[in-house]
């Protein structure tokens, strides 16, 4: 049977996203990427804190005054959380969001320095009660599912793709990207690692057939601060952002894990680089100083 | 003497990292253990009749005259 | 499964990374796609006919198999089968001593035709991990009647690589031979432990135990044994057999082969008849282009034969067992065949059409037996199936 390669690109999550995949007619393609899309704007629609019709802006509306219904989905995506949060030592906290309130990433400078201990007092996934049917969030608390459900999706939107038969392609939702499946010709899928440093340009290309690549960085947001560049991860228990490490790539099965391990590695601050060695994946961390730890080779071999 | 064999494999194979992504060729239907039901039951009904053994692949069904 | 745990902590590096893998396996989008126990999404009808015919004029089949598959809901699929056999031409009887001593085969005179009319179905539901499946069947032939019940419970672990498989089944079987005033019964269970195994990203392997009791009227009333300077008797077997079967299947992918896939299977059986046979299959499906498949496949099969088996006795064997069947003797058998499959993805309002054609030759030799325990050559003999088949899914 004969493919042809297919490329659709589209604006979804805030971000640039791209499907690239092999189908055997454009009756099929088109088929395979609207139920993608369709998909994507599922998980967008339900868990976005900028829609006040999204699951979440309910949860959120409702902290401190009521239970509100949540799926089985939600309910695993909270247990994920929960997983990061342990990892993490309560680095990595889904209530973390409402810290960005004593900042403005869009001007980049501090916006309220008093404010920052009182909004730390608002943070701490482990007052979040959840179980089956609910969830109960206290008064001045918010979640915010940005930096787990973007990777969700493309780790979901792969299997969609492989479910009705797409064995070669890749999906790419701002930069986070999963690789189900090599080139029909067995080459691998040449994806490029964006330069910290100088963010438009191309620090290296890695060659992946399987997998997943997700990126962490302040690229487009930081502030500077008494001369200090901050990125805009923010650490929940100084309410400040972290400094030392300026970007982290890391390639693993699933973007999500690939997603929430670049995340953790930014919140280590300092102690980024040692921590991601022991996860014994391929990754590459950017310091603050402009230094790299390159550790995407050996050859990307999931 | 069955159940540590099995045990042995199981801890074998629990090592081995096949990723759930890494299964789509497994689920091509040429991969499938029965590739063709109505194939196999008609071959294996056929050597049933002409041959002494029966078992092994299972879905054991009914008897019939021809044995 | 303390010591297996072990095994395993030792083994894998139990870093952050891979805790979260565990725990991202948890959500519903990345739950693995492909596992070995699924169940069909889409309606499946399959007819397919074949054609089954021996050497020497003697006994032909026409085979008639209709399989049916709806899906209800998300876990739960009805299947249904229909098969009819038509059966013409003539059978073995018995085997008289030759003036050289040699056994000779006596056949059936006449061109009999026999039909026998079989339906099954079975209900299969799944609640992951575990699926299960309840079937029966009502086989009627104007001498047998045969109706058996089986259930199976697959339970799938170890994130899926592991599937373990529970099964029975029962048949009670009513025979009454045309010609004779005879109403004889018999029952038949069989039990299967079986457990498949993902390998590695390319293999599949399978091992199956089965366990099988049978108990009654085990005799073939159409045979006769001839006991030189007596005459004839009626085939007379034990009224119990036990039966085991270890089966091991091997599925190899190879992806540069255009996704080839390898399949080996090797079965040991035994009984208590003292009957052990050994099987040998294999086959290679070989994607072509544009949905079209070759599968050629070859098989050895060998087994010893009964411990009440001779090709004819003598008046003095005082035995109260005897069988001159010719499926009860020694023998080995080599069979090999290809199939030729071609398959439309979404043609029309379908989700897939294919057709099947199949040539298959079985020769049978007591010369291909493993142990020469057989009678000699005078039960040789050799057939050929053809097959034709359309499946759709819709």
Known sequence: ?302 | MKIMLLLCLIALFGCTQVKPWQRDRLAAPQMAFDTDPLETELRQHSAFSKEASSGGYGGGGGGCGCN | ?394
Not at chain 3, 267 to 278: A, G
Request: aromatic share 12%; proline share 4%.
């Open chain 1, 1 to 302: 049977m004969t493919l042809a390669l297919f490329d659709v690109a589209f604006k979804a999550m805030g971000s640039p996203c791209r499907f690239q995949f092999y189908a055997h007619s454009p009756a099929q393609a088109r088929n395979v990427s609207d139920l993608a899309l369709a998909c994507v704007q599922r998980l967008e629609r339900k868990y976005s804190r900028y829609r006040s019709d999204s699951l979440v802006s309910r949860i959120n509306d409702q902290a401190g005054s009521g239970i509100v219904p949540i799926d089985q989905e939600t309910k695993a995506l909270l247990e994920y959380a929960r997983q990061c949060y342990q990892e993490s030592g309560g680095l990595f906290d889904i209530t973390s969001g409402v810290l960005a309130e004593a900042f403005d990433f869009q001007q980049g400078r501090v916006r309220d320095l008093a404010a920052i201990d009182r909004l730390c007092a608002r943070v701490g996934f482990d007052r979040i009660t959840y179980d089956a049917g609910c969830i109960t969030v206290p008064a001045g608390m918010a979640l915010d599912f940005g930096g787990i459900v973007k990777e969700y999706a493309v780790d979901t939107v792969a299997g969609l793709f492989q479910q009705h038969g797409i064995e070669h392609g890749l999906v790419e939702l701002g930069g986070d990207i999963r690789v189900f499946g090599a080139q029909p010709d067995g080459r691998a899928w040449p994806i490029a690692v964006r330069n910290p440093n100088r963010p438009d340009t191309i620090y290296r290309r890695i060659q992946v057939s399987q997998g997943a690549v997700a990126s962490s960085g302040d690229y487009e947001r930081f502030i500077e601060h008494d001369g200090v560049r901050y990125s805009h991860v923010l650490n929940p228990k100084t309410g400040w952002p972290v400094s030392s490490v300026k970007a982290v790539t890391v390639v693993a099965e699933h973007c999500l894990v690939a997603g929430s391990l670049t995340t953790i590695a930014m919140l280590k601050d300092a102690a980024a680089p040692a921590w991601l060695k022991a996860q014994n994946l391929p990754f590459l961390c950017c310091l603050a100083d402009g230094r790299m730890v390159d550790h995407l080779n050996p050859a990307i071999n999931l």
């Open chain 3, 1 to 394: 499964m303390v010591a297996v745990e072990a095994v395993v902590a030792v083994t894998k590096r139990v870093t952050a990374a891979a805790r979260l893998s565990a725990a991202a396996l948890a959500l519903p989008g990345l739950m693995p796609s492909a596992e070995a126990g699924r169940v069909e999404e889409s309606y499946q009808a399959d007819f397919q006919y074949g054609h089954y015919a021996e050497s020497d004029q003697r006994m032909s089949v026409d085979i008639y198999q209709l399989h049916g598959a709806v899906p209800i809901g998300e876990a739960m699929t009805v299947s249904a089968n229909l098969v009819r056999d038509v059966v013409s031409g003539a059978s073995p009887m018995f085997n008289i001593k030759q003036r050289d001593g040699k056994p000779g085969q006596v056949l059936t005179g006449a061109s009999i035709r026999d039909q026998r009319d079989a339906a099954s179905g079975s209900l299969s539901y799944a609640f992951d991990p575990v699926t299960a499946t309840l079937g029966g069947g009502y086989s009627a032939e104007d001498d047998y009647i045969s109706r058996y019940v089986t259930g199976q419970l697959s339970y799938e672990f170890n994130h899926k690589l592991s599937t373990l498989t529970l099964a029975g089944s029962v048949a009670f079987d009513q025979i009454e031979p045309t010609g004779l005033n005879l109403k004889e019964n018999k029952s038949n269970q069989q039990y299967l432990l079986g457990w498949s195994q993902v390998i590695d990203k390319n293999t599949l392997l399978k091992l199956n135990a089965t366990f099988g009791y049978q108990e009654g009227f085990l005799s073939d009333p159409y045979k006769s044994v001839f006991f030189d300077g007596r005459g004839l008797l009626a085939d007379t077997r034990p009224t119990r057999r036990y039966q085991w079967a270890w089966l091991g299947q091997l599925v190899r992918y190879f992806k540069p082969l255009n996704q080839a896939a390898w399949h080996l299977d090797y079965r040991f059986y035994t009984d208590s008849w003292d009957i052990d046979s050994h099987t040998l299959e294999m086959s290679w499906h070989q994607p072509l282009f544009e949905g079209w498949m070759l599968v050629p496949r070859l098989r050895y099969y060998s087994q010893n034969q009964a411990e009440f088996y001779q090709a004819f006795f003598s008046a003095d064997d005082s035995v109260n067992r005897f069988s001159s069947d010719y499926r009860m003797a020694g023998f080995g058998a080599l069979s090999g065949g290809v199939k030729l499959t071609r398959e439309w993805l979404a043609p029309g309002s379908l989700d897939s059409l294919k057709l099947q054609v199949g040539f298959d030759y079985y020769d049978r030799k007591a010369a291909y037996q493993l142990a020469g325990d057989n009678a000699g050559d005078f039960a040789d003999y050799h057939a050929y199936t053809v097959t034709a088949s359309v499946q759709v899914r819709f």
